[in-house]
Protein backbone atom coordinates (compact mmCIF):
# COMPACT_ATOMS: atom_id res chain seq x y z
CA UNK A 1 0.00 0.00 0.00
CA UNK A 2 1.78 3.09 -1.25
CA UNK A 3 1.22 5.89 1.39
CA UNK A 4 2.78 8.74 0.12
CA UNK A 5 1.96 9.10 -3.16
CA UNK A 6 3.07 11.17 -6.68
CA UNK A 7 1.15 10.81 -9.64
CA UNK A 8 2.57 12.77 -11.82
CA UNK A 9 5.73 10.22 -12.89
CA UNK A 10 7.27 13.19 -14.90
CA UNK A 11 6.24 17.55 -15.68
CA UNK A 12 8.07 19.87 -18.11
CA UNK A 13 8.27 23.25 -17.59
CA UNK A 14 9.99 26.26 -19.64
CA UNK A 15 12.53 27.88 -18.05
CA UNK A 16 11.44 31.20 -15.89
CA UNK A 17 7.89 29.68 -15.34
CA UNK A 18 6.82 27.68 -12.30
CA UNK A 19 7.02 24.35 -11.44
CA UNK A 20 4.47 22.67 -9.37
CA UNK A 21 4.91 19.30 -8.31
CA UNK A 22 2.12 17.45 -6.00
CA UNK A 23 2.35 14.35 -3.65
CA UNK A 24 -0.77 13.07 -1.50
CA UNK A 25 -0.83 10.86 1.43
CA UNK A 26 -3.36 8.33 3.02
CA UNK A 27 -1.53 7.94 6.45
CA UNK A 28 -3.14 10.68 9.10
CA UNK A 29 -0.27 10.17 11.19
CA UNK A 30 2.45 12.12 9.35
CA UNK A 31 2.91 15.29 10.80
CA UNK A 32 6.30 16.18 9.18
CA UNK A 33 6.83 16.15 5.32
CA UNK A 34 10.24 16.92 3.33
CA UNK A 35 11.27 17.40 -0.49
CA UNK A 36 14.22 15.77 -1.96
CA UNK A 37 15.79 16.21 -4.80
CA UNK A 38 18.15 13.84 -6.56
CA UNK A 39 20.40 14.28 -9.79
CA UNK A 40 21.57 10.86 -11.68
CA UNK A 41 24.19 8.56 -10.24
CA UNK A 42 24.11 10.84 -6.89
CA UNK A 43 22.18 10.60 -3.62
CA UNK A 44 19.01 12.93 -2.83
CA UNK A 45 19.26 15.98 -1.00
CA UNK A 46 17.01 17.84 0.88
CA UNK A 47 15.34 20.59 -0.30
CA UNK A 48 12.87 21.46 2.10
CA UNK A 49 10.72 20.74 4.80
CA UNK A 50 7.06 21.51 6.67
CA UNK A 51 5.75 20.57 9.85
CA UNK A 52 1.88 19.52 9.95
CA UNK A 53 1.27 22.92 12.35
CA UNK A 54 2.04 24.90 9.21
CA UNK A 55 0.41 25.13 5.73
CA UNK A 56 3.43 27.19 3.89
CA UNK A 57 7.25 27.53 4.09
CA UNK A 58 9.12 29.34 1.90
CA UNK A 59 12.88 29.07 0.99
CA UNK A 60 14.29 30.99 -1.89
CA UNK A 61 12.87 29.63 -5.11
CA UNK A 62 11.04 26.66 -3.53
CA UNK A 63 7.81 26.78 -1.38
CA UNK A 64 5.63 23.59 -0.31
CA UNK A 65 2.46 24.37 0.49
CA UNK A 66 0.45 21.74 2.87
CA UNK A 67 -3.36 21.08 2.67
CA UNK A 68 -4.06 18.92 5.79
CA UNK A 69 -7.82 18.20 5.50
CA UNK A 70 -6.85 17.07 1.47
CA UNK A 71 -4.59 15.25 2.49
CA UNK A 72 -1.88 16.92 -0.10
CA UNK A 73 1.01 18.75 -0.34
CA UNK A 74 2.81 20.45 -3.39
CA UNK A 75 6.18 22.09 -4.28
CA UNK A 76 6.73 25.19 -5.91
CA UNK A 77 9.51 26.10 -7.72
CA UNK A 78 9.67 29.28 -9.22
CA UNK A 79 10.98 30.68 -11.63
CA UNK A 80 12.64 27.56 -12.73
CA UNK A 81 16.11 27.06 -14.13
CA UNK A 82 17.29 24.09 -16.27
CA UNK A 83 19.77 23.49 -12.79
CA UNK A 84 16.45 22.33 -10.99
CA UNK A 85 15.84 19.38 -13.50
CA UNK A 86 16.07 16.58 -11.34
CA UNK A 87 13.81 13.66 -9.79
CA UNK A 88 12.00 15.14 -6.71
CA UNK A 89 10.78 12.80 -3.83
CA UNK A 90 8.18 13.84 -1.49
CA UNK A 91 8.67 12.24 1.89
CA UNK A 92 6.51 11.79 5.37
CA UNK A 93 7.15 11.09 9.13
CA UNK A 94 5.10 10.11 11.62
CA UNK A 95 6.86 11.33 14.33
CA UNK A 96 9.06 10.34 16.81
CA UNK A 97 9.75 6.75 17.22
CA UNK A 98 12.34 4.48 18.85
CA UNK A 99 15.68 6.10 20.17
CA UNK A 100 13.92 9.82 18.42
CA UNK A 101 15.05 9.08 15.32
CA UNK A 102 12.29 9.20 12.36
CA UNK A 103 11.84 6.57 9.57
CA UNK A 104 10.97 8.28 6.09
CA UNK A 105 7.96 7.10 3.93
CA UNK A 106 9.12 8.03 0.56
CA UNK A 107 6.73 8.85 -2.83
CA UNK A 108 7.88 7.00 -6.17
CA UNK A 109 9.45 10.49 -7.46
CA UNK A 110 8.51 12.92 -9.87
CA UNK A 111 11.24 13.75 -13.20
CA UNK A 112 11.17 17.63 -13.44
CA UNK A 113 12.83 18.58 -16.94
CA UNK A 114 13.15 22.70 -16.98
CA UNK A 115 13.98 23.63 -20.78
CA UNK A 116 15.38 26.62 -21.87
CA UNK B 1 28.61 19.53 6.10
CA UNK B 2 27.46 16.35 6.67
CA UNK B 3 29.16 13.61 5.04
CA UNK B 4 28.16 9.89 3.92
CA UNK B 5 30.41 7.81 1.81
CA UNK B 6 29.69 4.33 0.68
CA UNK B 7 32.37 2.17 -0.21
CA UNK B 8 31.75 1.26 -4.19
CA UNK B 9 29.62 3.31 -6.27
CA UNK B 10 29.42 0.16 -8.98
CA UNK B 11 29.52 -3.61 -7.93
CA UNK B 12 28.80 -6.53 -10.24
CA UNK B 13 28.50 -9.82 -8.52
CA UNK B 14 27.20 -13.52 -9.35
CA UNK B 15 23.84 -15.16 -8.09
CA UNK B 16 24.68 -16.81 -4.53
CA UNK B 17 27.84 -14.56 -3.67
CA UNK B 18 27.71 -12.87 0.12
CA UNK B 19 27.66 -8.56 -0.92
CA UNK B 20 28.84 -6.07 1.71
CA UNK B 21 27.59 -2.49 0.94
CA UNK B 22 29.66 -0.29 3.81
CA UNK B 23 28.26 3.29 4.25
CA UNK B 24 30.41 5.63 6.72
CA UNK B 25 29.00 9.11 8.15
CA UNK B 26 31.23 11.98 9.66
CA UNK B 27 28.72 13.49 11.62
CA UNK B 28 28.26 11.73 14.91
CA UNK B 29 24.92 10.76 13.65
CA UNK B 30 22.71 8.08 16.31
CA UNK B 31 20.42 7.03 13.39
CA UNK B 32 21.66 4.93 9.94
CA UNK B 33 19.34 3.94 7.22
CA UNK B 34 19.69 1.59 4.41
CA UNK B 35 17.55 2.22 1.21
CA UNK B 36 17.05 0.53 -2.30
CA UNK B 37 15.34 3.44 -5.09
CA UNK B 38 13.83 1.02 -8.45
CA UNK B 39 12.31 2.87 -11.08
CA UNK B 40 8.43 3.76 -10.51
CA UNK B 41 8.91 1.94 -6.51
CA UNK B 42 11.06 5.34 -4.85
CA UNK B 43 12.54 4.69 -2.33
CA UNK B 44 11.79 1.33 -0.29
CA UNK B 45 13.37 1.20 3.59
CA UNK B 46 15.30 -2.15 4.32
CA UNK B 47 16.78 -1.72 7.51
CA UNK B 48 17.61 1.21 9.89
CA UNK B 49 19.42 1.41 13.33
CA UNK B 50 19.59 3.91 16.21
CA UNK B 51 21.98 2.99 17.83
CA UNK B 52 25.45 0.74 17.87
CA UNK B 53 24.41 -2.86 17.84
CA UNK B 54 20.96 -1.87 17.49
CA UNK B 55 18.93 -2.79 14.17
CA UNK B 56 15.51 -2.67 13.36
CA UNK B 57 13.50 -4.14 10.20
CA UNK B 58 12.40 -1.54 7.48
CA UNK B 59 10.24 -2.18 4.86
CA UNK B 60 11.37 -4.85 2.63
CA UNK B 61 14.10 -6.65 4.89
CA UNK B 62 13.67 -10.09 2.96
CA UNK B 63 17.09 -11.47 2.27
CA UNK B 64 19.20 -8.80 3.92
CA UNK B 65 20.81 -8.28 6.89
CA UNK B 66 22.73 -5.52 8.58
CA UNK B 67 25.62 -4.63 11.36
CA UNK B 68 26.77 -1.65 13.23
CA UNK B 69 29.95 -2.15 15.56
CA UNK B 70 30.18 1.35 14.98
CA UNK B 71 28.21 4.47 15.31
CA UNK B 72 29.79 6.27 11.96
CA UNK B 73 29.53 2.42 10.26
CA UNK B 74 26.82 0.78 8.66
CA UNK B 75 26.93 -2.06 6.79
CA UNK B 76 24.34 -3.54 4.55
CA UNK B 77 24.70 -7.49 3.93
CA UNK B 78 23.13 -9.51 0.89
CA UNK B 79 22.98 -13.52 1.98
CA UNK B 80 23.20 -14.69 -1.33
CA UNK B 81 22.72 -12.44 -3.40
CA UNK B 82 20.04 -12.58 -6.04
CA UNK B 83 18.96 -11.25 -9.83
CA UNK B 84 15.87 -9.27 -8.00
CA UNK B 85 18.59 -7.54 -5.35
CA UNK B 86 19.99 -5.63 -8.58
CA UNK B 87 19.26 -2.26 -7.55
CA UNK B 88 20.71 1.15 -6.61
CA UNK B 89 21.23 1.19 -2.62
CA UNK B 90 21.18 4.11 -0.83
CA UNK B 91 22.86 5.36 3.40
CA UNK B 92 21.82 7.92 4.60
CA UNK B 93 22.08 9.32 8.59
CA UNK B 94 20.50 11.65 10.70
CA UNK B 95 20.30 12.67 14.06
CA UNK B 96 18.28 12.74 16.95
CA UNK B 97 18.63 15.99 17.83
CA UNK B 98 15.06 17.88 18.01
CA UNK B 99 14.46 19.10 15.63
CA UNK B 100 16.49 17.67 12.77
CA UNK B 101 15.44 14.01 13.58
CA UNK B 102 13.48 13.93 10.54
CA UNK B 103 16.27 15.19 8.24
CA UNK B 104 18.14 12.16 6.20
CA UNK B 105 21.47 12.77 4.39
CA UNK B 106 22.05 10.51 1.67
CA UNK B 107 25.62 8.77 0.48
CA UNK B 108 26.06 8.90 -3.38
CA UNK B 109 24.53 5.64 -3.60
CA UNK B 110 25.81 2.12 -4.95
CA UNK B 111 24.27 0.69 -8.48
CA UNK B 112 24.15 -3.24 -7.47
CA UNK B 113 24.69 -5.78 -10.71
CA UNK B 114 23.53 -9.30 -10.23
CA UNK B 115 24.00 -11.50 -12.62
Known amino acids: DQQVKQNSPSLSVQEGRISILNCDYTNSMFDYFLWYKKYPAEGPTFLISISSIKDKNEDGRFTVFLNKSAKHLSLHIVPSQPGDSAVYFC???????????????FGTGTQLKVEL | DVKVTQSSRYLVKRTGEKVFLECVQD?????MFWYRQDPGLGLRLIYF???????EKGDIPEGYSVSREKKERFSLILESASTNQTSMYLCASSSQVSPYQETQYFGPGTRLLVL
Open chain 1, 91 to 105: AASAGGITGGGNKLT
Open chain 2, 27 to 31: MDHEN
Open chain 2, 49 to 55: SYDVKMK
